[in-house]
């Protein structure tokens, strides 16, 4: 005699997870938290899970993009506690200097060969017109060659990096693979040579960026110590003022990218008048005090940021023509 249970269907196996194996039945993986539908995904959703990693693409990035153009808000914002809705300061601070720097290396690439194809041209003329002179082309042709010495001179933009190196002793034991790639340098032609200067200072932009955001902060701390008596609202602390280094970073990143991208016009002198009025308002909304402490203030940090700047930059120069 046939059962009747016999007779029913067999009950559905229960889905397993294709990375781990446990069962799960719901949209994730209860063990590993993998999407249980896999299907391929478009385009439009491989971007944005590839960009998402570093920022999300939703109201809360163009909520933080325009609250970034209103001066000490996004800073402000953050030290009340409203942190969600916006983008974090350092992953804005990342994304932003990274951006700048992509732009800024693809915006380079053709005045690069147009900077290194003149200097080309300016040393084979060089060449020729020393030959002419030494054949017989008289004054004519010395006068020739010094005029265009003097092109190149006023052209060379390599010069004093081929000679970097030599203010430093390199033949020192240790120093050994250093002193050799300064040696190979000097080897390359001036196009080679600009193409690597370009290429490093890209490269390790980003990363002297990160080391200048510290010291920003610790000359905040510096410039603003004293009690708290007169501003008890005045941030005290060296992450409140890493946070404010951050947003205004972040804005000086945007603003130089879009005076990249500018060609030039009102826009562009608006942009060029704004920024330091910006920092400026900026830092009076989140520090708060007089003008004329602020501006004091204000002018002891721009010096001493900008002797570190140059700083940097010569040390970006260095490392592009040492580690290549």
């Not at 007779?7 to 938290?33: D, I």
């Not at 200072?201 to 610790?218: I, Q, T």
């Not at 002797?307 to 290549?324: E, R």
């Amino acid at each position: 005699m046939i059962d009747a249970h016999d007779l029913s269907p067999p009950a559905p196996a229960e889905p397993l997870c294709r990375n781990c194996g446990a069962v799960a039945p719901g949209t994730f993986c209860p063990n590993c938290g993998q999407e249980t539908s896999l299907a391929l995904p478009t385009v439009r959703a491989l971007l944005r899970e590839a960009a998402g990693r570093y920022v999300a693409f939703d109201g809360r990035m163009w909520r933080t993009l325009f609250g970034l153009w209103r001066p000490g808000f996004l800073t402000r914002e953050y030290l009340a506690g409203r942190r969600r809705r916006y983008i974090r300061p350092a992953r804005l601070f990342l994304v932003l200097s990274i951006g700048l720097f992509a732009l800024l290396r693809f915006e380079g690439l053709e005045r690069e060969h147009q900077l290194a194809e003149g200097i080309d041209t300016a040393e084979k003329n060089t060449v020729e017109a020393e030959a002419a002179a030494k054949s017989g082309a008289g004054k004519a042709g010395r006068a020739n060659a010094d005029a265009v010495g003097k092109k190149q001179t006023a052209g060379d933009v390599t010069t004093g990096s081929t000679e970097l190196y030599d203010m430093f002793d390199l033949s020192e034991p240790g120093l050994e693979p250093l002193n050799n790639r300064a040696k190979a340098f000097k080897r390359l032609s001036r196009k080679e040579q600009i193409d690597q200067i370009f290429s490093g200072v890209f490269r390790y932009g980003p990363y002297a960026m990160f080391a200048l955001l510290p010291l920003f902060a610790l000359l905040l701390k510096v410039v603003y110590v004293g009690r708290s008596r007169r501003y008890p609202l005045r941030p005290r602390r060296y992450a409140a003022h890493l946070v404010f280094g951050a947003h205004n970073h972040a804005y000086l990143f945007l603003t130089v990218a879009l005076l990249v991208l500018l060609p030039g016009g009102p826009v562009y002198a608006a942009l060029m008048i704004w920024t330091p009025v910006y920092l400026l308002l900026s830092m009076r909304a989140v520090y708060g005090g007089r003008w004329s402490g602020m501006i004091a203030r204000a002018a002891v940090i721009f010096v001493v940021y900008l002797i570190f700047f140059v700083l940097f930059v010569l040390g970006l120069v260095v490392a592009a023509i040492l580690l290549g």
